[in-house]
């Protein structure tokens, strides 16, 4: 499995846990698959680095409120998209 396809499994697992109320586990592990998404990142072109900026500061915004299935769900849905999209 490429890193890619590991970063994706990543956020869908982190994004089940927050679903299921695991919120400190989950929040452990989203450490973890941001700094991998940053990595993957880094040499994609600029419209997609700022994208995803704007996704990470929804999802910390998320994070700050307490809002885990909206966490869970730009996890999920905008982050995956945001990397398969790109295909880094």
């Not at 490429?2 to 400190?24: K, M, W, Y």
């Not at 990142?41 to 680095?49: E, F, G, R, S, W």
């Amino acid at each position: 499995m490429n890193a890619l396809s590991q970063c994706v499994n990543e956020c869908r697992q982190c994004a089940g846990l927050f679903r299921l109320g695991r919120d400190v586990e989950a929040a452990l592990n989203m450490v973890d698959v941001f700094d991998e998404a940053q990595r993957l990142l880094l040499t994609a072109p600029q419209d997609v680095q700022l994208k995803w900026t704007q996704v990470l500061i929804q999802m910390l915004a998320c994070q700050e409120r307490q809002d885990w299935l909206g966490l869970a769900d730009f996890m999920e849905y905008e982050l995956v998209d945001l990397l398969e999209g790109d295909q880094v």
